[in-house]
């Protein structure tokens, strides 16, 4: 083990980040009985602190790995592993650590957008919830929206409702499926502030699936998927350099 330290660092308590390692991950389906491959022996890191763009033609595969490397779906053959300091566990166990923004954003109905971001505090016991949820839903520009229930909010705001969600916990890891994708080209570029600082502050990795190069572009590493091949845009790397020097390998 290796323990790089920040210049001037007081010992001993280097920061212990997790990761994501998927190996050799192939993902098929039958439909009709004709078989589908979306992928096949793929490999991927995943680190916190970092932040990630998958980016691709539709229906390349994208969402699906989203759900593979969140540990919400399992993959045809292969293995995903969450490691934490020195201990390897298989995905299952990332699932209390996880912020993940649904495509179709998965609001409850009934609960007012208060209480859909308050819900994951309350189910930890969280005695907070409600004033941590309202300090968050300000974040996101919802303060005069909290007593509103999803289905009296337009597609833009549920959309920031559930990044509210995803975010107010400080997940390890944020899972996003087109986080900006309903959103008008401000609120997009404001969105996307709240998601990059959130992590930030909270040094969660974050792994975005979109179709928008600007959002990519904003993102530490940037990988394209297309016909089954995951490849890296070896040209972008924009790696922070500070959360590295704290990595404990
Ligand atoms: N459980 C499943 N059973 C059968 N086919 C599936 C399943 N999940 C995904 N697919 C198929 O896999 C393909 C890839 O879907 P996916 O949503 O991962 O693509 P995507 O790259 O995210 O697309 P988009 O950019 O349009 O959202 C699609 O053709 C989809 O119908």
């Known amino acids: 083990m290796s323990i790089v330290t920040q210049p001037n660092s007081i010992q001993p308590n280097a920061i212990q980040l997790s990761s ?3 190996k050799n991950i192939s993902q098929s389906f039958t439909l009709n009985e004709a078989k589908v491959t979306l ?3 793929l490999n991927l890191t995943i680190k916190q602190g970092q932040s990630y763009a998958i980016t691709g033609p539709s229906g390349a595969g994208k969402s699906s790995l989203l759900m ?3 540990g919400l779906e399992k993959p045809t053959s292969g293995e995903g592993l969450y490691l934490t300091g020195n201990q390897a566990t298989s995905l299952e166990s990332l699932r209390t650590d996880i912020g ?3 495509q179709q954003f998965h609001l409850l109905p009934e609960l007012s957008a208060l209480n859909n971001v308050a819900l994951p505090l309350k189910l930890r016991g969280d005695k907070t919830a409600v004033n941590k949820a309202t300090a968050m839903l300000t974040k996101v520009g919802l303060s005069d ?3 509103h229930s999803p289905s009296e909010l337009s597609g833009g705001e549920q959309q920031r409702v559930a990044i509210a969600r995803a975010l107010v916990f400080q997940p390890r890891f944020i899972f996003a499926d087109e986080p900006t994708g309903n959103l008008d080209e401000k ?3 404001d969105i996307a502030n709240t998601l990059f600082s959130c992590c930030k502050e909270n040094n969660a ?3 975005m699936v979109t179709h928008s190069e600007r959002l990519a572009q904003r993102a530490d590493h940037i990988y394209r998927l297309n016909q089954g091949r995951l490849i890296q845009d070896s040209s972008h790397n924009r790696e922070s350099k500070v ?3 704290a990595y404990v390998n």
Do not use: K
């Open 20 to 22: 994501i390692q998927l």
């Open 39 to 41: 992928f096949e022996q």
């Open 68 to 70: 593979l490397m969140s």
């Open 100 to 102: 993940f923004i649904f």
């Open 145 to 147: 929206r909290m007593n």
């Open 187 to 189: 609120s997009a570029g």
């Open 205 to 207: 990795g974050l792994v």
């Open 243 to 245: 959360l590295e020097a």
